[in-house]
């Protein structure tokens, strides 16, 4: 078997330290989008986690919204508490994170980050995310994704 890149190397030994054995699935031609992860895996859209980076107030958040979802800045501003949300920057996200935009996995962020999961994800048995690259991806059980991130469920979509 080849050997795992660092970052999502690092990435599996966090998750270990959660409780969770992550297999991670490498794709050289990219998950970066929800749309090219799907096609990757063989998955719904539906069942991709997008992990996208908001800034509240002084506070970067972290929203995973299923992969067909648009998030409603209203909702994620509202389970936040304050009066309204922006996307993070590339150099906020990395930041915040540790990771680079397009891998950033649900859990295991360089500083404590708030975290909201879009409660359609919790429809599936299995979703799918990133894990520190954009070729780098996992499986895990919603209520899994919820516990290790330390996340709130919320709806979190523009309808």
Known sequence: MATLHPTA????????ERGLDVEVREFPEGT??????????????????????FRAGDEIVMALVSGVNRLDETKLAAACRVAFVGRADARAVRDATGYAIGGVPPFGHATSLDVYVDEDLMRFDVVWAAAGTPHHVFAIAPGDLVR???????????R
């Open 9 to 16: 190397a690092a990435f599996v030994a966090t998750a270990r």
């Open 32 to 53: 970066r989008t929800a749309e090219e992860a799907a096609r990757a895996v063989g998955v719904d859209v539906a069942q991709i986690v997008k992990s996208l980076a």
């Open 148 to 158: 290790a991130s330390d996340g709130r469920v919320a709806d979190l979509a523009a």
